[in-house]
């Protein structure tokens, strides 16, 4: 299983750690990647990381501003987003996902969800 947590209330240009917590599985066969759904909105991948070698992937989107990173020996992963804007605004989910689907950040290809944590910017 995976859980979710750090969400928050933050302005715009301001900065939240997400982190997601896994057990339960085996955590260096598997990408850890996070998405996020905006409200009326389908969920979209952000980014992912190979947890046994530490690839990282986002999407243009968010790139320069979030960052990924693994701890393998507390089986975390982290989300760091910087200069955050109001269309960041989303619940934000982790998910597991095989290795071999990182680069696509899709929810189809996603074997455990963890449970949201809301990230709200405002202007």
């Known amino acids: 299983q995976l859980q979710a947590s750090g969400g928050g209330v933050v302005q715009a240009g301001g900065s939240l750690r997400l982190s997601c917590a896994a057990s339960?599985?085996?955590?260096?066969?598997?990408?850890i990647g996070w998405f996020r759904q905006a409200p009326g909105k389908v969920r979209e991948g952000v980014t992912s990381?190979?947890?046994?070698?530490?690839?990282?992937y986002y999407r243009s989107s968010v790139k320069g501003r979030f960052t990924i990173s693994s701890d393998n020996a507390k089986n975390t992963v982290y989300l760091v987003m910087n200069s955050l804007k109001p269309e960041d605004t989303a619940v934000y989910y982790c998910?597991?996902?095989?290795?071999?689907?990182?680069?696509?950040?899709?929810?189809?290809?996603?074997?455990?969800w963890g449970k949201g944590t809301q990230v709200t910017v405002s202007s």
């Open positions: 998910g597991a996902l095989r290795r071999r689907w990182r680069l696509t950040l899709s929810i189809n290809r996603v074997d455990y």
């Open positions: 339960g599985f085996a955590f260096e066969e598997y990408a």
């Open positions: 990381i190979d947890t046994s070698d530490g690839a990282t």
